[in-house]
């Protein structure tokens, strides 16, 4: 009697197998003929070749569905071995539209929210290289995340890169304790949050450890290839001019790169100018490459930062106190 074996990798054994065992029992009752053990991520199936397949094809189906949606029900499960039709309403989620970008951990979803969300959401599918600009609160790290976990369970990239450069905003930390990764991951905590929201934290973990998910300062990006991967550039407005060519130079076959920024928040010293600004102006007619801008109408924060932006936009004293910044000469840019 032959044996087929099934590693749940990146895939809560839980989840899988339901509470009490109870998915995994349907699977039992489902195909008598193959004896199944399941043992942490590891299932045996020991049997004849077509009932094996068939169950292995069933399995795999399953854990399809979790990653794409992080929960499968048990009548989702039931509806697979009997008929073999996936039928979306059993899966138990809440939505299902074409603003849906990705199903996050414990059923979470995750969708663009306002019209300049879903133009970033086309841009990416439509170009290599998004620069998604806009105050804070309008969902551009969100909504690039959420982009690079999709196309990840959809196994179009084979790992994510989320980067950002460690610049204090306006005030000076001094000495941190700890190893590196203690140092910067204050720096970089808004990704993992985003991070969290997305993908169940024991996924998460096992991605993080196998280097599929990547979190790391921008200068740890200079000398690499990136390929087959999503990278995300935050709080771009940071960067100098050198830091930022050196990232675009590091994209490589089949990857896509989100930048995100906004231009009213710069940390740089008063004497540096942000690399953004010039990207912005050279880059803007460069086929593939798409700028989307955001404004207060997409905050999705508390209702009250979009009035606090329009009020810091109406000061008439900010152009004379941040002399690091200029307007590109290409204010609007949708390729």
Do not use: W
């Amino acid at each position: 009697m032959n044996e087929t074996i099934i590693h749940l990798e990146g895939i809560n054994p839980v989840d899988f197998y339901g509470i009490n065992n109870a998915k995994l029992e349907i699977l039992k009752r489902s195909y008598p003929e193959v004896k199944i053990s399941a043992r942490g991520s590891a299932i045996k199936l020991l049997g004849n070749k077509k009932d094996r397949e068939d169950l292995e094809e069933k399995i795999k189906q399953i854990i399809q569905l979790l990653e794409r949606f992080g929960k499968v029900s048990d009548t989702t499960v039931e509806n697979l071995c009997n008929t073999g039709e996936e039928v979306v309403g059993n899966f138990g989620m809440v939505e299902m539209n074409e603003d849906v970008i990705v199903y996050g951990a414990n059923g979470h979803v995750v969708k663009s929210r306002t019209e300049n969300q879903r133009k970033l959401v086309s841009a990416a599918e439509k170009n290599d290289i998004v620069f998604a600009i806009g105050p804070a609160g309008t969902g551009k790290t969100y909504t690039a995340v959420a982009l690079a976990v999709r196309a990840l369970k959809n196994k179009l990239v084979k790992k994510i890169i989320l980067t950002r450069p460690a610049v204090e905003a306006g005030e000076n930390l001094g000495f941190l304790p700890g190893d590196l990764k203690e140092k910067i991951d204050p720096y970089l905590r808004p990704l993992y949050d985003a991070l969290e929201d997305m993908i169940p934290m024991d996924k998460l973990q096992f991605y993080m450890t196998n280097r599929v998910i990547e979190v790391a300062p921008l200068a740890f990006m200079r000398g690499r290839t990136l390929d087959n991967a999503f990278i995300i550039l935050d709080e771009a407005q940071n960067t100098t001019e050198l830091q930022l060519k050196m990232l675009l130079t590091r994209i490589g076959p089949n990857a896509k790169l989100i930048i995100t920024g906004d231009l009213t928040q710069i940390d740089l010293p008063k004497y540096q100018r942000s690399g953004l600004f010039k990207a912005l102006d050279l880059l803007n007619n460069i086929q593939g490459i798409s700028i989307i801008r955001l404004n207060e109408s997409d905050v999705v924060r508390h209702r009250l930062v979009k009035m606090i932006i329009q009020a810091y936009d109406k000061d008439p004293s900010k152009k004379t106190e941040n002399t690091n910044s200029e307007t590109p000469k290409n204010e609007n840019n949708e390729k």
